[in-house]
């Protein structure tokens, strides 16, 4: 049975930091590409960040230089780091673990950034 659980997320002022994890069973981690995306309310799903299998990362145009996801492939865990964070960060981010054939996702975590 595979499972993406997320933690993390909660409230936090503009400009603070939070650290989202992504903790993984029942598929092979360092096979997938990793990804976080977020959906704020109203709004469709959106990318956030990936990861490949070879630690290539790629980020969304409104949080380069601000989040930062990284994995760990002994730990099956894919992690976002959010620094700087702004009220327009707020959202529900959501886990994703990829192939070419399949596709696995999170219940997700809230986020909420006050002004």
């Known amino acids: 049975q595979v499972q993406l659980v997320e933690s993390g997320g909660g409230l936090v002022q503009s400009g603070g930091s939070l650290r989202l994890s992504c903790a993984t069973s029942g598929i092979i981690f360092r096979f997938y590409v990793m990804g976080w995306y977020r959906q704020a309310p109203g709004k469709q799903r959106e990318l956030v960040a990936t990861?490949?299998?070879?630690?290539?990362?790629n980020y969304a145009d409104s949080v380069k230089g601000r989040f930062t996801i990284s994995r760990d492939n002994a730990k099956n865990t894919v992690y976002l780091q959010m620094n700087s964070l702004k009220p327009e960060d707020t959202a529900v981010y959501y886990c994703?673990?990829?192939?070419?054939?399949?596709?696995?996702w999170g219940k997700g975590t809230l986020v909420t950034v006050s002004l």
């Open positions: 994703n673990a990829k192939l070419p054939d399949r596709g696995y």
């Open positions: 990861i490949t299998n070879g630690g290539s990362t």
